[in-house]
């Protein structure tokens, strides 16, 4: 069929527009190809075209449109991807941004490290703790529990003097205007000291008064009794007084009567340690005096502190 040119259809009316154009499709139809003819890439088998280019079946390669759609649907479209060129620039930019990763810990590596931590509301913040810390008192300011007394070692309130009971600093000597206990002792260790002893009296038989001493005498103590008895030649208003060494004896020569009738009276003294005992006795003569009061207004020893 031949299609008419724009030259030709020039300067005809529609109608005959219309008609050429009819004729010709007409034409056209009357010279179809009733049977399909093979060219060079086509086979045709009963009328149909079964193969291009080597026998490939055509409609086993092709979808039906139906088809194509279907799979289309699952497409994304071009506009919304990245082609690969697009990805491969992108990839290049992640890389130099990719960090070192020898300066991160991995998951179980912190998962581990926290663990051992202790939860913020389980903890002081540090504003806290400073906040706690300016009420106390650092440690070289206060003495440790070893340094203090326990407080059955010590008084309570009501058994210690009030401020009014006390003196004041000023009335008091210092620290350093007074010996300590180490000084005292180094300062008194050789020196003499006067020790009371606790006694209790006696007279034996009448003749012999006796001390009974409590307290314990030691080797190179010197004893000092001072006493008062009373017999028929002794006057209680008359004290005496002995000095006895330890396991001891001291006697004293005394005169008693008028200057016309002079007696000659000893009074000895003596300490036995193995009763603690002083036994004081009289002759006056060759006669054992007899005595009926007994009085001690002093017993004491004098040591080296």
């Given at each position: ?193 006067k020790v009371p002893l606790a006694h209790t009296t006696s007279i034996v038989g009448n003749n012999y008064p006796t001390i009974a001493i ?77 005595f009926y009061n007994f009085v001690v207004d002093e017993l004491y020893v004098i040591r080296r502190g």
């Amino acid at each position: 069929m031949t299609i008419p040119t724009i030259a030709e259809l020039s300067g005809n009316t529609v109608l005959e527009l219309f008609e050429n154009g009819y004729n010709a499709i007409k034409n056209g139809m009357n010279n179809k190809q009733d049977t399909l003819v093979a060219g060079d890439n086509i086979v045709i088998e009963g009328n149909v075209i079964s193969a291009i280019e080597g026998g490939t079946p055509v409609l086993e390669n092709y979808y039906t449109k139906q088809e194509t759609d279907s799979l289309l649907d699952d497409k994304a479209d071009s506009s919304d991807v990245y082609d690969k060129e697009q990805i491969d620039d992108m990839l290049v930019n992640i890389a130099s941004e990719i960090p070192d990763m020898e300066y991160y810990y991995t998951k179980v590596e912190t998962d581990g490290l926290l663990d051992a931590k202790a939860n913020s509301n389980n903890v002081y913040s540090k504003t806290e703790v400073d906040s706690k810390l300016l009420l106390k008192a650092n440690t070289a300011d206060v003495y440790n529990k070893n340094e203090v007394y326990a407080k059955v070692e010590t008084y309570n309130k009501s058994e210690v003097y009030n401020k009014t009971e006390t003196y004041s600093k000023s009335e008091v000597y210092s620290k350093s205007e007074v010996y300590n206990k180490a000084e005292v002792d180094a300062l008194v260790s050789n020196k003499l000291i006067k020790v009371p002893l606790a006694h209790t009296t006696s007279i034996v038989g009448n003749n012999y008064p006796t001390i009974a001493i409590s307290d314990s005498i030691t080797n190179g103590d010197l004893i000092v009794c001072s006493f008062r008895v009373s017999s028929n030649n002794f006057s209680m208003n008359v004290t005496r007084t002995v000095e006895i060494s330890y396991n001891g004896y001291q006697s004293d020569i005394h005169t008693i009567g008028t200057s016309n009738a002079q007696t000659i009276c000893v009074m000895s003294a003596s300490y036995n340690p193995s009763t603690n005992k002083i036994t004081i006795g009289a002759n006056v003569g060759s006669t054992i005096e007899s005595f009926y009061n007994f009085v001690v207004d002093e017993l004491y020893v004098i040591r080296r502190g």
